[in-house]
């Protein structure tokens, strides 16, 4: 695992946060949904543009996401984020 600084994840040129671990539809709901603010630091994240949330169904509707791409493979869910990057 990589970690990197909050500013470093803003600025950076693409992010993607990955969240397949259940108990993190919590964090993901608060990272889109929740005003911006230092007590959640993940809010602060939406700062960067080009921001993907990579999930499972599951946690995508547990953190009621709306814009959410069901790829119909991997290789075009891979696809998808190389789209999302260029």
């Known amino acids: 695992m990589l970690t990197v600084g909050l500013a470093a994840a803003v600025e950076c040129a693409g992010l993607m946060v990955?969240?397949?671990d259940p108990s993190k539809a919590r964090i993901i709901r608060q990272m889109v949904k929740f005003p911006e603010t230092a007590a959640v630091p993940a809010t602060l994240l939406r700062r960067n543009?080009?921001?993907v949330i990579v999930t499972t169904r599951r946690i995508a509707e547990e953190a009621d996401l709306e814009d959410v791409h069901h790829p119909v493979s991997a290789e075009a869910g891979s696809e998808w984020i190389i789209s999302r990057f260029s």
Do not use: A, V, Y
């Open 49 to 51: 543009t080009r921001t």
């Open 18 to 20: 990955l969240g397949f």
